[in-house]
């Protein structure tokens, strides 16, 4: 635990930096409008009243972090996660979605490298094709692949989860690809030495060795996961999800709702990553890792 | 060639040219050697005489250019593909993700024999090396020595009557490769099989060998091929008799006249 009492410091000076910093410019940003109104009321009121009021605008152009904090407490823990309004409810929306989608894309991810790694024309035929692919906006493919499912039946989580897919597989064809080629030159002269075949060769070294690279790979991935699905419910009109949270309040110029909507994101998005990175550590463990 | 073969390996006319961006380099050239059965032979000169191309040509880890290599009366290739030899690299080259015992089992794996098989030849040849009482570590929480001991044990386990050694010792400590040879003479005593025994430590390969093949660079060759005339029990302190300093002299006047101390 020394690790995260060395870290702990230094994040938290980080993060009471930006709150400031926050502060200074929510007031900076609103002032323009609350002067307006004020001026609108013929009131004249003092700097700290000013600045007070700056700060509790119900639709500001930059909320401040404590109406975002108390906007996403009750949204979280003072409503029941049934109701559409749930971040809970809607944070287990996207969630469902990036985790249907990150097992398809690491799936993926790892059927494609195993590819790469194995047929000298897939690797020169194909890997020009999957980092053209990452190149493609993604806010441009997915209505697309949206409208072209939803036309063949496909609606609901497939086509969120695809969205993801096409965003996670990536990382891990990129990591795994590296990882299968990992073992060292004496490796795999040592199992040459035995006879091996390629699937033994492939099982006994190309595999454990590329675990750490799969981990390193898939945390990137969930992330992008995440992404893809909150994409994946911009343009389909999704009536739950973070997406829509999102959606709904830049409609209707809810910015503390779209903040605290971000905040879930953000909260769901560093679960995922330590998720992986925990099922990584006790994984290495159980391979017999050095302990750090 | 099916019946008695007495040579275990038998090199005729072997040349080996590696085609490189520098244009074609000869890592071997007309090689002509025997090695019979129960024989400990040293491969010794300085670096890019061949000596280790010289080994992995006997592995088929490299194929020969020129002239022909049998090993065991077959190919090398033939031989590999029947396990005839135990390999030790320069480095351990343990499986990190392994621990001492399922190293030393993965051959035994790859041969698909019984787990009874495996669990009884991990037992004997850890014991042959040292290393009982070490199986479920894992090679990072052994010393360099212990992990090169583990890495012979790996050698050993599929029993193979020829073990081929590329400068096992050469990343150890004086101390503990002392202790290594030591032990490698003993279990050469008690098992009785082939070594051939790449190093470039003179005192190394007459300690340890029946005949030390002493070869040279620029293009890698056999220069001198030496019989040693010490017993087969050899203390550590034979090291310090006449007929030692006799043998180890010739070896080096016949690296000399190999020109391997020219540059």
Redesign the interface.
Known sequence: MDSFRDKLVPVTSILAGVVVLWYVFAVILNAPFQRDLDSRANETPGAVEFIGKTLAQPKPTLPAPHQVAVNFFENTFLRPITSSRSLVYNAWVTLSSTLLGFAFGTALGIIIAVGIVHVATLDRSLMPWIIASQTIPILAVAPMIIVVLAAIGITGLIPKAMISTYLSFFPVTVGMVKGLRSPEIMHLDLMHTYNASASQTFWKLRVPASVPFLFTSMKVAVAASLVGAIVGELPTGAVAGIGAKLLAGAYYSQSIDIWSALVAGSIVAALLVMVVGIAGRIVDRAMGGRPA | MTGISPAVVAASKLGLTFQTNDGPVQALSNVDLTIGKGEFVSFIGPSGCGKTTLLRVI???EKPTSGTISVNGMTAEQA??K?A???V???A?L?????IERNVA??L???GLSKAEQAERIKRTLDLVNLSGFEKK???QLSGGMQQRASIARALA?DADLLLMDEPFGALDEIVRDHLNEQLLELWGRTNKTICFVTHSIPEAVYLSTRIVVMSPRPGRVSDVIESTLPKERPLDIRETPEFLAIAARVRDGLRAGHSYDD
């Open positions: 592995a088929d880890l590999r593909g396990r030899y135990g390999y690299f320069q480095a080259a499986f990190p993700w392994r621990t993965l051959p794996e790859i041969m894992y090679p990072w599929f």
